[in-house]
């Protein structure tokens, strides 16, 4: 006898509704991305993202991995938890690799499917005074554009990249 449910297509669970408008981000990406900025050398990466959630949390784990197009090499890798709210504001935390953190707050336009973040805080970091973040999906792909200031440095592009679902 055919367990209960086979054959059937299976449908993922709703998510939470405080994540509900930000469902444009779930599940994984996957793409190729530039890096730049005035102090040093422009460079090609490679990038996978995964935007995940159980239906019971208000919360999206958010997990990033790059490498270098050229090679493979693994680079930057970061990880964290988007935790949006009703009243269109998001607050993310975020670990890099390099040991930096971030905290950001921002606000998202569900119809626009569009996020953008500016760094509350940036931790244990040498160089970084502030980090934003923008986000959007058209088209079924999602693109970003990261911006920081150094010491040295104004705010201006360092990360631009366009991803595709997988
Ligand atoms: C350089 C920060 C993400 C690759 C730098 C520098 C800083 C920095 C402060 C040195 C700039 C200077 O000396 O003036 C950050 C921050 C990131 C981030 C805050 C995320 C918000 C990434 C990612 C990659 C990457 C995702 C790779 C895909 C590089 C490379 C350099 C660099 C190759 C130049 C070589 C080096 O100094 O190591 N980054 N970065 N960065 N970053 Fe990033």
Redesign the pocket.
């Known amino acids: 006898m055919e367990a209960a449910g086979a054959g059937t297509p299976t449908q993922p669970p709703a998510p939470h509704p405080a994540v509900a408008p930000l469902a444009f981000l779930l599940g994984k990406w996957r793409g190729e991305?530039e890096?730049s900025?005035?102090?040093?050398?422009s460079?090609r990466?490679g990038?996978e993202l995964l935007f995940s959630h159980h239906p019971s949390k208000p919360v999206i784990s958010y997990a990033?991995k790059?490498w270098k197009a050229a090679s493979g090499e693994p680079?930057?890798a970061?990880s964290g938890y988007w935790r949006p709210r009703p009243d269109g504001t998001v607050e993310v935390v975020i670990a890099?690799s390099?040991g930096?953190a971030?905290i950001q707050k921002g606000s998202y336009d569900a119809e626009k499917k569009m996020v953008t973040l500016q760094s509350e805080l940036?931790g244990n970091?040498s160089?970084?005074k502030q980090?934003t973040?923008a986000f959007q999906v058209a088209d079924g792909e999602l693109s970003y554009i990261?911006q920081?200031a150094?010491i040295?440095?104004s705010l201006q592009p360092?990360?631009k990249a366009l991803l595709k679902k997988i």
């Open positions: 991305g890096g900025f005035p102090t040093i050398s460079f990466y990038e990033q790059t680079m930057h970061e890099q390099t930096l971030e940036v970091a160089k970084v980090i973040r990261v920081m150094t040295t440095t360092h990360l």
